[in-house]
């Protein structure tokens, strides 16, 4: 899902320090950052390992877990949740982009994932 209002990028655009469960672990603050909208059990079942969880209803009040020096990935299932949260960032003042695809199209390139069970996935 994608939006002519929003910026987005194909999901092989994405930071491949992402793949890894601590992108940039040397740099603070880190240049970019992956952020996972989706619900608990979403992101339980299967997840990018560098990227960070705020559920889409708990952003707003957990603004101060992101950086607004850092560029922000945002990714939900298929994008349109994503948009939604990208709309209200750049609102707020974040330099943030819609990860076209979402998760689906994460496990359909074959980028890794890793989830709460020994066989992580998306779908």
């Given at each position: ?55 889409m209803v708990d ?14 990935y945002v990714i ?13 960032l750049t609102h ?32």
């Open positions: 899902m994608t939006s002519s209002h929003v910026p987005s990028v194909p999901i092989d655009a994405v930071p491949a320090e992402f793949d890894a469960a601590e992108p940039w672990a040397a740099t603070t603050p880190p240049p970019a950052l992956l952020l996972d909208v989706r619900e608990d059990d979403e992101w339980s079942l299967g997840h990018a390992p560098g990227a960070i969880h705020i559920p952003v707003p009040a957990r603004l101060d877990e992101l950086d607004y020096d850092s560029e922000i939900c299932r298929q994008g349109g949740r994503s948009i939604q949260v990208v709309q209200y707020v003042g974040f330099d943030a982009t819609n990860v076209s695809g979402g998760m689906v199209a994460w496990q359909q390139t074959g980028r890794p994932l890793t989830g709460d069970g020994a066989d992580a996935k998306v779908y």
